[in-house]
């Protein structure tokens, strides 16, 4: 029987009593994404997945995106990407820096990511302590937190995003292996505006969309002012009141909504701690035309 525990923080609930091995029945397909709803980061304890169970599992929950990064796909699998700070041969066997930055997946594309599934193969640990936490923030809360005046402001207005912002923000990191994006992967992922609030297809409830890693302008307005106003939408949407930190287990399986959420991968941890996540992307358009430009 599955279970739903809530984390009783802001975000977070643990789902018990699933083998993601198996398919999920349709009773427990509509109790999962209701409780994704209900709590916008999920995490699955104890699962022992094949990478091509991964990709089924996703896939319940709409078409999976194939990432324009495409050094670090499981072989045969491409919807499925690979972060590891670990060497095969001496050459990494993912993307090592992948999301230590507040952002949400996907911003930056015409049709927006639904949900990320993680599944987390190796967890690194020192003294006992978990390290690599993902954090979340609530963009439901971070709509609610808005002034009035500035809710009624932005009302209809559209946020700019450039996947290559964080692409060049991580170059500048240090020992960043990341290449410039080549002219092709430029023009496969061309900046796209969407709406700076959307309607949650999960929970009808307004969200803040935009975040420090990909938002660029609010195109409406002129430079400066837009320029004001995005700092400091990135302030309040990752004030700690609309924090969560997911700490990981091996075996955990994560389920976390990009509409309402944003994330950051918490780069703690050396290069001989080792980490190895296997990744899928959900993209929107299940959810029709206002996901799906
Ligand atoms: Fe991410």
Redesign the pocket.
């Known amino acids: 029987m599955l279970e739903v525990i809530p984390s009783g923080k802001i975000l977070g609930a643990t789902v018990a009593g699933l083998n993601l091995a198996q398919p999920l029945s349709e009773a427990n397909f509509t109790a999962v994404q209701s409780a994704l709803g209900a709590h916008g980061v999920l995490r699955f304890p104890k699962q022992q997945l094949t990478a091509q169970q991964l990709v089924d599992f996703s896939a319940r929950f709409g078409k999976l995106e194939i990432n324009v990064a495409n050094s670090y796909q499981e072989p045969g699998l491409p919807e499925i990407m690979i972060l590891s700070n670990m060497l095969e041969n001496g050459k990494p066997i993912g993307m090592s820096d992948?999301?230590q930055s507040w952002?949400?997946?996907m911003s930056y594309s015409r049709t927006i990511a639904f949900a990320?599934v993680l599944y987390g193969i190796k967890i690194p640990r020192r003294n006992g302590k978990t390290l690599g936490n993902t954090e979340f923030c609530s963009m439901h809360a971070a709509y609610d937190g808005l002034p009035d005046e500035l809710k009624r402001q932005l009302e209809g207005k559209t946020v700019l995003h450039d996947f290559n912002k964080f692409w060049e923000m991580m170059r500048r990191e240090k020992g960043s292996t990341r290449p410039p994006l080549t002219e092709a992967q430029r023009k496969a992922k061309p900046p796209v505006s969407h709406p700076i609030f959307l309607t949650h297809p999960l929970t009808g409830r307004k969200v803040l969309y935009a975040n420090p890693g990909y938002s660029m302008r609010i195109n409406e307005l002129p430079e400066k002012e837009s320029d004001d106003l995005l700092a400091f939408l990135f302030e309040h949407q990752t004030q700690p009141a609309y924090r969560y930190a997911h700490e990981w287990h091996e075996g955990d399986l994560m389920l976390w909504e990009d509409i309402g959420t944003i994330?950051n991968?918490v780069a703690d941890y050396g290069p001989h701690e080792h980490r190895l996540i296997k990744r899928c992307q959900v993209m929107a358009s299940v959810f029709g035309d206002d996901f799906a430009q």
């Open positions: 992948a999301g952002h949400t997946d990320n994330h991968a």
